[in-house]
């Protein structure tokens, strides 16, 4: 169940990712790896306490801190009325885009898909291409890049805390 | 020595809680005053409360470092404009200009901690080099040699990690407190070019501990280093300067304190405070923050290159000369790339960057020839960082929409395949 998304927005952005970042039979297209619970959950990041916008520290709990990374940092109040600007700006531009795209955008072709997208803002499509590829590259903490399929396929390790790299493998990989 | 008397909230009130302002932190509170410190960021470095641990929220994540403005200054709440002249208007590009974080521990948290220093001709360009027409070259007013004790101090203080086999160097008068950390395999491939063609590589000086070191952990290579914090403190500057502070039971940080005014005497001629907006309080009907007052018998200026001249010039304070402001040259870079048939690990282990060369500082004959053809009187290049590339999101979004997006992060020929020459 998405969070601010209608069930139709929420699968029509799935497969709008599919088509921006698309994968292959390596990779994962940026909506089949979950972009669009990245897309949903950022436009809800307010539905939470604190808002999930910023993922919390490490996962080691090493040198004194605690193990914190899935939980979310506090926002200050001008951090706060920034992003709640930024998201309703965001969420205006996926309404205006999304019905654009039509909710028969999943009846389509892959081919005519791609050509729907190209009929819609230039905002629209650099907004959706930058949210997939945050979503399949980036922490999987953010909803995307779903069990790290992404970054096993470049083999990218993401956070490598506590252990890191010894001076060997970074010596002489 | 003094102490606060009446009418004063401390000795100092320190703007900024950057390398700068971390330093006047611990060398005034080991002097005996009390000072406070003020920071227009958020606080995401140590607690302020003994023992001052690590706030615990730096992590490897790109998405918050890269791309949500966790550092500040977010470009919504600070936004910085550009233009090239007058003929563009107020300006010509809004945003992120020229952005060092807005958060306690400034530029240096997302630093990776390259530290080399002057050289003794970078003190005297005027008279070793000569003047430019239409440049102001000016000789320091003091030398590297009254200098070096300092460097010597910070190094330690801070930590630093480095060898002495840059031939262009200058002299020390001791070792660096750590040995190099581990050499970089793209560095190491770059640095036997580089000395195949006569030039110099060496083992960068670097704040990075290469051991345990200040009760702080040694790096343990997690390639998240320059533009991120460091999760396990391996990074010194400035967490090591302000927590030695804070330990005095002198200094007080206030995060969000964004210091729009220095009030001064009647005359104007001394500053006596420093007038803040208070970020941190609910944000009201009339969008105003609070402002605060803080009254000190002396103001540090400790807002960095950009943020202490503007602070100047708003208060039309400090300008006698009218070079407020003026000459200001940024992080000035130039890149080249060279792409590899092999991965190198350059974007996600180690340090970012670990050898430099400087032999464009000093020149060659092709350098002269070249100055001679530009009609100057001479050229001088900078350091050379031997150093790899930003993370997978950065490397994504460079291949805008393509159907081969996927094969392309894959073979990675801007990331794990690239290394770069930065001068």
């Not at chain 1, 914190?68 to 969420?91: K, N």
């Not at chain 2, 208007?89 to 901690?113: E, K, Y």
């Amino acid at each position: 169940m998405p969070l601010r998304l209608s069930e139709t927005q929420y699968t029509v952005v799935r497969a709008a990712l599919d088509r921006t970042v698309p994968g292959d039979d390596l990779t994962p297209g940026a909506g089949v790896a979950g972009g669009a619970d990245y897309v949903d959950g950022l436009l809800a990041a307010f539905n939470f306490d604190p808002p999930r916008v910023w993922a919390g520290g490490p996962t080691s709990g090493r040198h004194g801190a605690a193990a914190t990374f899935d939980q979310w940092l506090e926002l200050g109040p001008w951090e706060e009325r920034a992003w709640r600007a930024r998201i309703e700006e965001w969420w205006i531009i996926y309404e205006t885009g999304l019905a654009t795209l039509g909710e028969d955008f999943l009846e389509l072709s892959e081919a005519e898909q791609s050509a729907r997208l190209s009929t819609t803002s230039k905002e629209f499509r650099e907004l959706l291409f930058t949210h997939a590829c945050e979503s399949l590259y980036g922490d999987p903490v953010y909803g995307g890049n779903r069990d790290g399929q992404a970054w096993q396929a470049i083999d990218f390790r993401g956070d490598v805390q506590p252990r890191g790299y010894t001076d060997e493998e970074v010596r002489a990989p | 020595m003094s102490t606060p008397v009446n009418g004063t909230d401390c000795d100092a009130v320190i703007i900024g809680s950057g390398p700068g302002g971390s330093t006047a932190a611990h060398v005034l509170t080991a002097a005996g005053w009390n000072v406070i410190v003020l920071e227009k960021g958020r606080n995401h470095l140590l607690q302020l409360t003994a023992p001052f641990a690590p706030m615990g929220h730096f992590s490897n994540d790109e998405i918050k470092f890269s791309q949500r403005h966790f550092l500040g200054p977010d470009p919504a709440l600070e936004p910085r404009t550009f233009r090239r002249d007058e003929a563009d208007g107020d300006r010509f590009l809004t945003g992120h200009v020229n952005s060092l974080p807005s958060t306690v521990g400034g530029g240096g948290v997302h630093a990776d901690g390259k530290l080399p220093r002057f050289r003794e001709v970078d003190f005297a360009l005027r008279s070793e080099l000569g003047g430019v027409d239409d440049a102001d070259v000016v000789d320091w007013p003091i030398s590297y040699a009254d200098l070096e004790p300092y460097y010597a101090e910070a190094e330690q203080l801070v930590g630093v990690s480095g060898e002495e086999t840059n031939p262009f160097a200058a002299w020390r008068s001791g070792p660096y407190p750590m040995p190099p950390g581990a050499d970089m395999f793209g560095a190491l491939l770059s640095s036997a070019a580089a000395e195949r063609r006569g030039l110099h590589p060496y083992r960068a000086p670097t704040g990075v501990n290469s051991v345990p070191y200040d009760n702080r952990p040694a790096c343990n290579n997690c390639g998240f280093c320059a533009f991120y914090g460091c999760p396990i403190e391996a990074k010194g500057d400035p967490v090591a300067l302000l927590r030695r502070a804070l330990n005095t039971g002198r200094a007080q940080i206030i995060s969000e304190a964004y210091a729009s005014e220095i009030t001064t005497d009647a005359r104007g001629t001394r500053a006596t405070g420093v007038r803040y907006l208070d970020l941190s309080a609910p944000i009201t009907d009339s969008g105003a923050p609070p402002v605060h007052e803080i009254r000190a018998h002396h103001v540090v200026l400790a807002g960095g290159a950009f943020e202490t001249p503007r602070l100047l010039l708003i208060n039309e304070l400090g300008n006698s000369s009218g070079l407020v402001g003026q000459n200001l040259m940024f992080h000035f870079q130039t890149l080249a790339v060279g792409g590899f048939p092999e991965r190198l690990w350059g974007a996600s282990r180690g340090r970012s960057v670990t050898h430099l060369h400087d032999d464009h500082i000093v020149g060659d004959d092709a350098q002269t020839a070249a100055a001679r053809a530009a009609d100057l009187p001479w050229l001088r290049g900078g350091i050379v960082e031997h150093g790899g590339a930003a993370g997978p999101i950065l490397e994504a979004l460079s291949y805008g929409v393509n159907p081969h997006h996927a094969a392309s992060m894959r073979s990675s020929a801007l990331r794990e395949r690239l290394w770069v020459f930065t001068m």
